[in-house]
């Protein structure tokens, strides 16, 4: 049976002598397999849309649960990562993220929006990679169900006068009440998290820090999304290692 689905190529694989397997986060089925049957040959009618980052209207054959690419139309490629290195190991790691969190058979419309979102703003609206970073990050962990309490003190449940921050329970503390060893939060990296937790998803990244908060808020949301997911992502090593070059 044939369904028709817009999907994003989180992962893909070689596989036999011209095949590939995909990893592809879908609207309408979350994270699935597909077999991708001669998308490395150059005459292949579906080799662009079975690229990693490719987004792009699938037609599926699904047999036992099992998907095959039968035919796609590549809606948007994202020419501006791929033009740059840095910013492809970016997109890698966001796909990396995304596939980690995602699940199977579930439809994931909201994750895939902010999955397309992301790699829009640093692919085609040059907008700052360390703030699309930190923003997707701390928003894709309050969508995999770890939204970070910071509404007020979860001691007290007053507004901090100096605020902290416990990484692994996700929960804002004032100075009275945070035990010894906690991260100390700036008045504009709370106001900035505060901010990505509640935003429209259009308006996502539209907001400013100077460098040096930018730098402690990016710091902030890669630690929160770390601590919850408790594993670390090859492909966030290989974009630190690169865009230091």
């Known amino acids: 049976m044939d369904k028709v689905t817009r999907g994003l190529v989180l992962r893909e694989t070689k596989y036999k002598e011209a095949d590939k397997i995909l990893t592809v986060l879908t609207e309408s089925d979350g994270r699935i397999t597909v077999s991708a049957r001669g998308a490395r040959r150059k005459s292949s009618k579906i080799g662009a849309a079975a690229q990693l980052l490719a987004f792009s209207e699938m037609t599926l054959f699904e047999y036992r649960g099992r998907f095959t ?7 948007e490629m994202f020419p501006g990562l791929r033009a740059d290195i840095s910013l492809l190991a ?9 596939e980690y969190v995602s699940m199977e058979n579930v439809p994931e419309g909201e994750l895939l929006s902010l999955g397309l979102n992301a790699l829009y703003a640093v692919s085609e609206l040059k907008a700052e990679p360390e703030k699309v970073k930190a923003a997707f990050e701390l928003r894709l962990m309050c969508q995999a169900g770890f ?18 921050f416990d990484m692994a ?12 060893g906690l991260s100390r939060l700036s008045p504009g990296v709370l106001a900035a998290a505060r901010y990505v937790v509640a935003a429209e998803p259009k308006k996502l990244f539209s907001f400013k820090l100077s460098e040096p908060a930018l730098k402690e808020f990016s710091a902030f949301c890669e630690r929160y999304a770390l601590a919850q997911i408790e594993r670390d992502f090859r492909t966030l090593a290989f974009w630190k290692q690169v865009k230091s070059v």
Request: charged residues 20%.
């Open 90 to 98: 970016l997109g890698s790691y966001f796909a990396e993220l995304l």
């Open 69 to 75: 690419l039968r035919e796609a139309s590549v809606i």
């Open 147 to 164: 939204e970070p309490a910071l509404s007020g003190c979860a001691g007290c449940g007053a507004e901090p006068e100096q605020a902290f």
């Open 169 to 180: 329970g996700g929960r804002l503390l004032c100075e009275e009440c945070a035990p010894p």
